[in-house]
């Protein structure tokens, strides 16, 4: 028996409790793992919640990251020993996740854990933070140079955010953070960020083309906040467009991308290639200060997890919550 959170769903409505669950009702999968780390993500956040519909069957167990120790494998790159980490595939909506002391997955999912990192700080990078690598990675495979001028990263003091303005910095790139929170400029300039804007500078319906600003963009908020990112990209800029925080609507003109070259390209972490997977965690490992991840990362407990969702979507939480799924 492990114990695990499970959300369950009826006519009555959906519950969520921490439970526990024989190791013969794990699905199927050729890896299981001893989980030792997991995180809370706004994706978890909304499944724990049911504020949206991410879960496609029940019951479920969520949580989209995993880091942990291979206990049983047939797959042929995995052996009883190794540490892996897990990020996205589906899990944690359509299959069992990580926020639970086991897991049984398809082998083809995992990376194998660099060796700078510990389970706990693999998962205070989680989702979030292979995100913003990938993103990172995009941005730099498109061409953009620290010498051709600022990048921009909104909702800065969330989890893609935060490890986006350190991964950047550490680049070399001169970055300007976005956040709806004026105290928390000391926590961004200690990751790197040069300077600091207000969110609601971009939350609001702006002009179509703005004043040039921003060589590049990293965006984790979507709507209106991405419209005027783009309206205030620099001839030939590239915007790496991740998430929807404010909004899944996109309220804007072709103009930034037929009058000055603009590039929106968008960066998905669900399902992207075990290549560009590996890309972002190799990045993470040679550019990531690992004494960083403790100003990013808030530790709690698996029942902890449950009422930190709440706090989670409702913008109450800043960095990364790491999940000790073993307490």
């Not at 029940?58 to 190794?82: C, N, Q, R, Y």
């Not at 061409?143 to 051709?148: L, M, W, Y």
Request: charged share 20%.
């Amino acid at each position: 028996m492990f114990s695990a959170i499970s959300i369950n769903k009826d006519e009555a409505g959906q519950t969520v409790e921490v439970t526990q669950i024989d190791e013969s009702q794990l699905p199927e999968g050729d890896v299981t793992i001893d989980v030792e780390y997991s995180t809370l993500n706004y994706k978890d956040g909304l499944a724990i919640t049911g504020s949206s519909p991410v879960v496609r069957k029940f019951p479920m167990v969520p949580g989209i990251d995993l880091a942990g120790v291979v206990s049983e494998s047939t797959h042929a790159d995995w052996k009883v020993g190794d540490r892996v980490v897990l990020n996205g595939w589906g899990v944690g909506e359509g299959h069992w996740g990580g926020l639970s002391q086991k897991a049984r997955l398809n082998g083809d999912w995992l990376v194998a854990l660099p060796e700078a990192f510990n389970s706990r700080q693999a998962m205070a990078i989680g989702t979030a933070g292979y995100t913003a690598a990938l993103c990172v990675d995009t941005l730099m495979a498109s061409g953009v140079r620290p010498d051709q001028g600022e990048i921009l990263v909104t909702g800065a003091t969330g989890g893609v955010g935060s490890v986006a303005v350190a991964l950047l910095a550490k680049a070399g790139f001169t970055v300007v953070a976005a956040t709806g929170k004026e105290s928390e400029a000391d926590y961004l300039k200690g990751l790197g960020a040069s300077d600091i804007i207000l969110r609601s500078e971009l939350s609001e319906k702006g002009k179509p083309l703005q004043r040039e600003r921003w060589a590049g963009v990293v965006d984790s908020v979507g709507s209106y906040t991405l419209v005027n990112a783009c309206a205030q990209t620099r001839y030939g800029g590239v915007v790496a467009a991740c998430g929807l925080a404010q909004g899944a609507d996109f309220p804007a003109t072709v103009m930034p991308f037929i009058l000055r070259g603009v590039s929106l390209l968008g960066v998905d972490s669900v399902m992207a290639p075990i290549e560009l997977r590996k890309s972002a965690w190799k990045r993470l490992a040679k550019d990531l200060d690992p004494a960083l991840l403790e100003t990013i990362a808030n530790e709690i407990s698996l029942a902890e997890a449950i009422p930190a969702a709440t706090d989670l979507l409702e913008g109450k939480v800043r960095g990364r919550l790491i999940v000790d799924v073993n307490k």
